[in-house]
């Protein structure tokens, strides 16, 4: 008889915090890969998890693996029942990138998070806790990926670093390069583990960052260990009706693909989208901006247009696309306001975001609202993601059915 995952968690006492979250990731990881060939990774510390939860909580029956499995996983988003291909979720937030491929027909073998809300609502959703801290995570630690996937935050690089050992005749790699970065830490794990395909997601001014510097450093180091790159900025407003471009950096293995891959970002879709389409039918009255705020907004926008820029709220169009919602939007919701009839305008709700970057209404959001609205302005426009992905993942199928053409996909 299987026991339902929602059982298991609440018997268990699931308690996300700090002190936690790295042992919920090896049994969760554990409980959602016994059976593919990746639980030795995560099973010796799952084990010792367990059976300190059992004494802790004083559970009668043996804490034993075999108590639990299998799983009915009870969770809005399951992964596949016969997935074809493995992917790793990093810096993964609360998963629009994980439920892209997901939906493309992949299974995520590992994911990382640091921060312990985003991991509430990452277990929320797929019934795994993502591990912690990706640069205290020893690379050879995560589980074989056929794609390596992650929306990395962007910080500057140090050029003069390098530039000084170029003077003093010493070598440097993408090590040296990178160094002190996050990217860095994508770096070393694709040169130990060596996916087939990688996809990145950043910030469109990523290209230009550093008089375009950062980014030369970023697709040099990636060509370096071996593979042939495609990137291009893309806006999300054809896919959901917000404008919000970001740059998309896909990999092929370069002694896999033989430079063959006939990949293509997906072509902008004519449709028409409006921000009415995601509006709730009703809405409280705490959504509504305070006269004080309201009055704020309105001579901050017009300090800063008598000065000639456009800096200042945005009263959106009901029937157009948004504005590019920022995690900072809980601060004012600013950027987009919905004009109301005989009201001070409203932000959207939390859901409203959540549908704003294509989650379905059966997301969870276990989070307070001020969270929530840091962790939609972070994540990605979901749609947009899996059109991107349904291109990559058909070219790693050819390259599946080329070599073995009497086995299965994955």
Same mark, same amino acid.
């Given at each position: 008889m299987k026991r339902k995952y929602s059982e298991i968690r609440d018997k268990l006492n699931f308690v996300i915090d700090k002190k936690t979250t790295d042992d919920m990731a090896h049994l969760t990881h554990y409980f959602h890969n016994y059976k593919n060939g990746v639980s030795q990774y995560f099973e010796p510390i799952a084990r010792e998890y367990l059976s300190e939860l059992h004494g802790t909580l004083n559970i009668v029956e043996e804490p034993s693996f075999q108590c639990y499995l299998p799983i009915e996983w009870d969770i809005p988003f399951p992964s596949p029942r016969y997935p074809k291909f493995k992917f790793v979720d990093l810096f993964a937030g609360i998963g629009g990138i994980r439920l892209a491929y997901q939906k493309n027909g992949g299974k995520c073998v590992f994911s990382?998070?640091?921060?312990?809300?985003? @991991?509430?609502?990452?277990?929320?959703?797929?019934?795994? =806790?993502?591990?912690?801290?990706?640069?205290?995570?020893?690379?050879n630690e995560i589980p074989d990926h056929d794609i390596l996937l992650g929306g990395f935050p962007c910080q500057p690089f140090s050029i003069a670093g390098v530039s000084k050992k170029n003077s003093l005749g010493r070598q440097h790699g993408f090590l040296d390069k990178t160094q002190g970065t996050l990217f860095f830490d994508i770096a070393r794990?694709?040169?130990? @583990?060596?996916?087939?395909?990688?996809?990145?997601?950043? =910030?469109?001014?990523l290209v230009s960052h550093d008089k375009k510097r950062t980014f030369k450093v970023i697709t040099e180091t990636l060509s370096e260990l071996g593979y042939s790159l495609h990137y291009k900025v893309l806006d999300a407003r054809y896919y959901v009706p917000q404008h919000r471009e970001r740059i998309i950096i896909v990999g092929f293995d370069r002694s896999i693909f033989k430079e063959k891959e006939n990949f293509k970002f997906p072509k902008p879709k004519k449709v028409d989208l409006s921000i009415r389409d995601i509006l709730e039918p009703k809405v409280d009255d705490k959504y509504t901006l305070s006269d004080k705020l309201w009055n704020y907004l309105q001579e901050y926008k017009k300090k800063h247009k008598a000065k000639g820029?456009?800096?200042?709220?945005?009263?959106?169009?009901?029937?157009?696309?948004?504005?590019?919602m920022s995690a900072r939007y809980y601060k004012d919701g600013a950027e987009i306001l919905i004009p109301q009839k005989g009201k001070n305008p409203r932000r959207l709700t939390p859901r409203e975001c959540a549908r704003l970057q294509g989650f379905p209404d059966s997301f969870v959001i276990p989070v307070s609202d001020n969270q929530a609205y840091r962790q939609f302005g972070n994540s990605v426009a979901m749609p947009l993601i899996q059109a991107v992905g349904k291109n990559v993942v058909k070219e790693l199928k050819a390259i599946y059915e080329s070599d073995k053409p009497e086995t299965t996909f994955c």
């Open positions: 990382s998070e640091w921060d312990s809300f985003a @991991k509430k609502t990452y277990e929320a959703n797929y019934g795994e =806790v993502p591990f912690g801290d990706i640069t205290k995570i020893p690379e794990i694709i040169e130990h @583990k060596r996916p087939k395909v990688f996809m990145l997601e950043n =910030v469109k001014n820029n456009g800096f200042g709220y945005g009263l959106t169009d009901l029937d157009g696309v948004s504005r590019t």
